[in-house]
């Protein structure tokens, strides 16, 4: 699907996920988690993925071949690799705890595998889930 | 994201409804942050009823917590779905927040 760069995109992009669950039997803990990853990756594109303010088109497919998921999103956004941003420190305690940075980290943790590629001027990211594993 | 409210003598109970995400965290911040006084010093956040959440909501019950600590005063979360209890986990917040199986239980932690 296509999508542009608005917040209110999500909702769209949840009944999509909805139908492709529904058309795969997904399980609902995995559908929990397929909605959290998307959502994570793509409020960080569309919060800070560009410069300006024009509306910009992000290209989502999502796929089960072979008992695994594969997402992918691809945006025109400035060059950025989430995969590269480090993880927030979960031991630390609640004085020493920062507020933010945890949604690329829970991609990251759900997701088992994840591909960061910048080819013609955009950003392409690939996660895969194996659904015959536990999350 | 719905979040309703009623009191068991001096322990304020927050329900709080529906989907924490991007579009809902922020209104589940104001009202949240606005019911953490001095005189609320013993919260409940119970999520029975919580379908789903997303770093933005984790973002919130952390600001929450951090709020209620502040007053000197004790959090506890109860009623957690089990996918959001694995978010939990991940995140490391088990360890950071006070967690009861049901509203009855967190009662009785105080």
């Known amino acids: ?135 | 994201m719905e979040i309703a409210t009623n009191r068991s003598k001096d322990v304020l109970i927050v329900a709080v409804s529906g989907r924490l995400d991007t579009v809902t965290a922020p209104e589940f911040e104001k009202k949240i942050l606005e019911l953490v006084t001095p005189e609320n010093l013993k919260i409940i956040l119970n999520c029975a009823d919580l379908s789903y959440i997303s770093s933005s909501g984790l973002r919130v019950i952390l600001m929450t917590l951090k709020k209620v600590k502040a007053n000197n005063g004790k959090l506890v979360i109860c009623g957690l779905q089990e996918s959001i209890k694995e978010v939990f986990n991940i995140c490391g917040f088990t360890s950071l927040l006070t967690i009861s199986e049901n509203c009855e239980s967190a009662l009785s932690s105080f």
């Open chain 1, 1 to 135: 699907m296509r999508l542009s760069n608005s917040i209110d995109e999500l909702q769209a992009v949840n009944n999509e996920l909805e139908q492709f669950g529904e058309s795969q039997d997904l399980a609902p803990d995995l559908m929990f988690n397929l909605n959290l990853v998307l959502e994570e990756v793509l409020t960080n594109i569309i919060f800070y993925g560009y410069d300006d303010s024009a509306t910009h088109v992000i290209e989502l497919n999502i796929n089960l071949k072979s008992e695994i998921i594969e997402i992918e999103i691809i945006d025109d956004g400035k060059p950025f690799n989430p995969l590269e941003r480090p993880d927030p420190n979960v031991n630390k305690s609640l004085d020493e705890r920062q507020i933010g940075g945890l949604g690329i980290f829970l991609v990251k943790k759900i997701m088992d595998k994840a591909e960061y590629f910048r080819r013609e001027n955009k950003n392409i990211l690939i996660l895969q889930k194996n659904i015959n594993t536990k999350s």
